[in-house]
């Protein structure tokens, strides 16, 4: 079997995590960055520029076995400015775009593409039970997540397309769960906003193990809520942290306080959307944390 394995967005926290996996299982890797001076090629890991070039990218991509696309500016940590919402918009819709460009142009193209979205796609929808083929949200994020799965729906069919709609994952050495995690530390842990918006959460292992599973796999849908199938409350998550960790969880963040520290991006904590992996569970993939305590406990055992 053809290993080669083109990779965006490959170093950032969840790509570099992936890479690793991947030259593991024997794949080779080329991982497209705009530094690829910053990185050392390894075995099975090349790190090579990227350029949104056609003739370029068939090159790179032509006789490869699968492109995954997880580039993309980040959207936690920063204020959305004018200017950084529209970096977060064509940081990804261009890169896909080019992605797919190259691909339905190249002789020998790829079988596979995986391309990233996000939970965000939904919006902020309460505790309503949201499958892959639910109707899509009103806010930002909705509107970015739709335009980036439709330039990858652009695809030619003879090139297997496979989104992921990436709810929030969980490790504790970076991510979402750190920043929720730091409070703790301090012993001044507790919900974000009401408490009852509802976490997609998937840890960062079950997530890597999706993403490998679906480059053999054969029957994987187009569309993927990537997420565990428990998806719990706020409320839920923190006083499951307080548990397993012995720390306390009383304190609360209110949402106008979360609103005025990050404005528009205070979304990312206050939006709620509750997603079932119906796909995935119909593909016959096996969680390994299907619980958010058994999740945090494992966290606790590394």
């Known amino acids: ?42 075995s099975n890991i090349v790190y090579k520029e990227w350029m949104e070039d056609e003739d370029y990218l068939k090159s790179e991509i032509n006789g490869s076995y699968a492109v995954i696309n997880l580039a993309g500016a980040p959207i936690i940590g920063k204020r959305w400015t004018v200017e950084y919402k529209k970096l977060i918009i064509d940081s990804r819709v261009d890169t896909t775009k080019a992605l797919v460009k190259a691909m339905n142009n190249c002789s020998n193209p790829p079988e596979r593409f995986l391309s990233s979205s996000a939970s965000g796609y939904f919006g902020d929808r309460g505790n309503e039970v949201l499958d892959e083929e639910s109707e899509s949200g009103n806010t930002f994020l909705a509107e970015v997540c739709k335009k980036w799965e439709a330039e990858a729906e652009k695809i030619e069919k003879n090139i297997q397309l496979i989104i992921f709609r990436t709810g929030v994952v969980l490790h504790p050495d970076g991510g979402a769960l750190e920043q929720i995690m730091r409070p703790f530390k301090y012993y001044v842990g507790g919900s974000i906003g009401k408490g009852n918006q509802y976490i997609s959460w998937i840890t960062l292992a079950d997530w890597k193990r999706f993403l490998i599973f679906a480059l053999l796999k054969n029957g994987i849908s187009q569309k993927n809520n990537l997420g565990s199938p428990n998806a719990v409350t706020m409320n839920v998550l923190t006083s499951t942290i307080g548990r397993v960790y012995n720390k306390p969880s009383m304190f609360k963040v209110p949402s106008f306080l979360v609103k005025l520290v990050l404005g528009e991006a205070s979304s990312t904590v206050l939006d709620s959307q509750r997603m079932e992996p119906k796909n995935i569970l119909e593909s016959n993939f096996k969680y390994n944390h299907n619980l958010i305590d058994e999740a945090l406990k494992s966290f606790k055992k590394s």
């Open 1 to 42: 079997m053809n290993k080669k394995i083109i990779i965006t967005g490959g170093t950032g926290f969840l790509g570099q995590s992936l890479v690793k996996d991947l030259a593991k299982e024997g794949y080779d890797c080329v991982v497209f960055t705009r530094s690829p001076d910053k990185y050392n090629n390894e």
